[in-house]
């Protein structure tokens, strides 16, 4: 370590800031681009000197510190790509005559996507990502999708990292695309019944999906009709098109108010038709069955959810009836309807389970599972006419399966195991559920996998992973990334902290707004009831969390910097009280119902300021720090960690290592290859083996 150069500071620049008669001082508030949005379009070309400056020299200074590991990261990355099957393909999920899937060459980078006879005979390659790949430093499919002839096939790319995905159209028989190209949408789109139309959503200049547009084929994309334009702000808008294929649904929601339209998907030109208006509070999702509705809500004080029935010609919320009644700790996730059957994926007692419900006569059986924790997806499909549904199952030890269940013989059939090349042996590994005791006498679940051999004597680094934010619930699933660490002696654990649904939707609610707090004392809980079971030491716990979950490592370093020996934070959302009050940003206006809107609401202020990562970095002992970020990062800016890493070099005391990565070439989600990809999680591996004292 003597050669490494020494740590860069940013310079400061102090700024006021006033609000509620409140004013604070940022000193890094330059390092928020101006022209940001040109920024997320264009990368490093179109950014300020000082600022590219600053973050190349952080660049710098992590890999001088992180050299010393390069060989561990190359190991750790030549493991990782070991248990990948790297010519792997998806299950073929069937359409009429043909089969569709995904697959992957040895060496390949990215996905091709194929079609076959329904038999598996005479397959085409329709797109080769590889392919549309070469030459860009950055490429990553939005989606694709084909009419319903099977003649054309709609795809969309960002060779940015800034989520502004362009569409194009390829001919299915020559291979070739048209010249037709519309540019900003946000990465998908679905097709008229007759293929003559294409509904797409396009984003503003604030990366802001705001208006949906109806394109004829063939026709000059300067001419798509405008069908919707959401003027709040505060709302998400997308398309798609119900299982039966009948109707199109115009999709308009915060994080917790839905809106939805409709428009019949053989009469692509009439306008659409409001199926419930905006209620805040009240979220319902669609599908149908004829002329009903099939609505999953929340309306009447269904907290964990019901599913109701509703004329389509009346489809107003005076004429639901409930299906599925609402049932307490019964939280129902999703729901599609085929033909003759419905079924649903539900979380009861922090599992998850799939639920039949045939429609002649409302009789259901569910699909039951064996071991104590694990995690479950259903998988969809193209058709509505059927007796199959596809469901995929893993658990921390067991490799993922595919299987398709037949609702009327109730049989499963595997229809793929995910293969771990090098070698993989459940019976090496442990999982456990603990339950940590939270300070208001909750408990919080933790989910755990460790190599039999590990000590359980407190001697065992842990990695440490939470999230906790928006409802989303981590799953207890197989994860080759991490046996690594575990293979080196790690204990790995997943805290299901509040803020996500794993308890139900009452787990969601006491973990935002003004139960925020909640998420963060709940992973301290958990990672002292890991001390206090001696599985592992406080010095010894690297915790981890990306985005929202980045917000979480920085709360949980101020509040309790003692109980961790290291934090990774991927673009973590630190900066939290500047962004909730800049409107012009993204995702700020749609976030205000998760956190509070501080701009026009003082409680919501005071109570952001109190634990916003940046603002409460004080003077005292953090632990080893790497963040991560994305120079066209749409979700979380890149400057977010930039000014976190900024103000805790020039704050904290002791001489535990500050890093900061910014990729100059990705956004939100890294790396877009599946393998540059694993040399990112290389990295930050190599990061905890180091600061635990395994290098």
């Known amino acids: 370590m003597t050669n490494t150069p020494l740590p860069p500071r940013a310079e400061a620049r102090p700024i006021t800031i006033e609000t509620h008669g409140i004013t604070r001082q940022d000193d890094y508030a330059w390092l928020r681009a101006d022209n940001w949005q040109e920024v997320m379009r264009d990368g490093r070309d179109v950014l300020a000197d000082d600022i590219e400056a600053y973050l190349d020299a952080e660049n710098a200074y992590q890999d001088a510190i992180m050299a010393p590991t390069e060989d561990l990261q190359e190991k750790l990355f030549a493991e990782m790509r070991g248990r990948i099957k790297e010519d792997d393909s998806s299950v073929p999920a069937p359409d009429g005559a043909y089969s569709y899937g995904i697959k992957y060459v040895t060496g390949g980078q990215h996905p091709k996507f194929v079609r076959s006879n329904r038999d598996g005979s005479n397959e085409t390659i329709l797109l080769d ?26 795809w969309a790319f960002d060779d940015k990292g800034s ?36 509904f797409y959503v396009r984003q503003d200049d604030n990366h802001r999906p705001s208006k949906l547009f109806r394109h004829e084929i063939g026709s000059d994309p300067a001419n798509d009709k405008l069908i919707y334009e959401e003027e709040d702000a505060g709302f998400f808008m997308g398309v798609g098109r119900t299982q039966s ?43 149908d069955h004829g002329d009903t509705l099939y609505i999953l809500t929340n309306q009447g004080n269904a907290e964990d959810f019901k599913i109701v029935t509703a004329p389509k010609a009346t489809p107003g919320r005076e004429f639901w009836t409930d299906l599925v009644p609402h049932t307490a700790g019964r939280l129902i996730l999703s729901h599609d309807v085929y033909k003759s059957f419905m079924v649903r994926l539900e979380r009861e007692n922090g599992l998850p389970r799939i639920v039949i419900h045939r429609l002649t006569d409302g009789i259901e059986h569910e699909i039951s599972f064996d071991e104590e924790a694990y995690s479950l997806g259903l998988a969809g499909g193209y058709e509505f006419d059927t007796t199959e549904i596809r469901f995929s ?87 080759t990334g991490c046996l690594s660490l575990v293979d080196r002696g790690f204990v790995y654990a997943i805290a299901h902290i509040r803020g996500g649904k794993d308890k139900g939707f009452r787990w969601y609610k006491d973990g935002r707004r003004e139960t925020k707090k909640n998420t963060f004392t709940d992973f301290i809980a958990a990672a002292r009831h890991l001390v206090a079971e001696d599985y592992t030491s406080h010095r010894k716990i690297v915790a981890q969390g990306g985005s929202a979950g980045g917000m979480l490592m920085g709360a949980v370093a101020n509040l309790a910097p003692e109980a961790f020996g290291g934090l990774i934070a991927e673009v973590p959302f630190v900066d939290v009280l500047s962004t909730m009050q800049d409107d012009t940003l993204p995702l700020t206006p749609p976030e205000w119902p998760e ?44 400057w977010e960690p930039a000014k976190w890493i900024a103000k805790l070099r020039a704050t904290a005391t002791g001489d535990n290592l500050l890093m900061l990565k910014t990729n100059m070439d990705s956004g939100h989600g890294g790396a877009s290859g599946r393998f540059d990809r694993l040399k990112e999680v290389a990295l930050v591996q190599a990061f905890a083996l180091m600061v635990t004292g395994k290098v």
């Open 129 to 154: 990502g590889d392919k549309e790949a070469e030459g860009k430093a950055y490429f990553k499919f939005g989606s694709a999708f084909h009419s319903d002839d099977h003649k054309l096939l709609a």
């Open 393 to 479: 199952y893993s658990s921390m030890t067991t490799p993922a399966r595919v299987y398709d269940y037949d609702v009327e013989t109730r049989q499963r059939t595997l229809r793929k195991e995910q293969e771990v090349p090098s070698g993989h042996d459940p019976a090496n590994y442990v999982t456990r559920r603990l339950q940590a005791p939270a300070a208001d006498g909750e408990t919080v679940p933790i989910s755990l996998l460790y190599h039999k051999d590990t000590p359980l004597d407190g001697s065992a680094p842990c990695l440490l992973y939470g999230y906790g934010s928006y409802g989303i619930s981590i799953p207890a699933s197989f994860n």
């Open 245 to 287: 294929g009948e109707t199109i649904l115009i999709d308009i929601h915060d994080h917790e108010t839905s809106e939805v339209w409709m428009i019949p998907a053989d009469r692509p030109t009439e306008p659409p038709v409001l199926i419930s208006p905006r209620d805040t509070g009240v979220e319902y999702s669609v599908d």
């Open 595 to 638: 956190w509070g809107n501080p701009i026009s609401d003082k409680a919501a202020y005071d109570y952001i300021a109190s634990y916003s990562p940046y603002d409460n970095v004080e003077a005292k002992n953090y632990p080893a720090i790497l963040a991560v970020g994305g120079l066209t990062d749409p979700r979380v800016t890149y």
């Open 163 to 198: 989520e502004y995905y362009s569409l194009l159209f390829r001919d299915v028989e020559t291979g070739h695309d048209s010249d037709t190209r519309i540019e900003d949408t946000a990465g998908g789109g679905i097709f008229s019944k007759d293929g003559k139309y294409l």
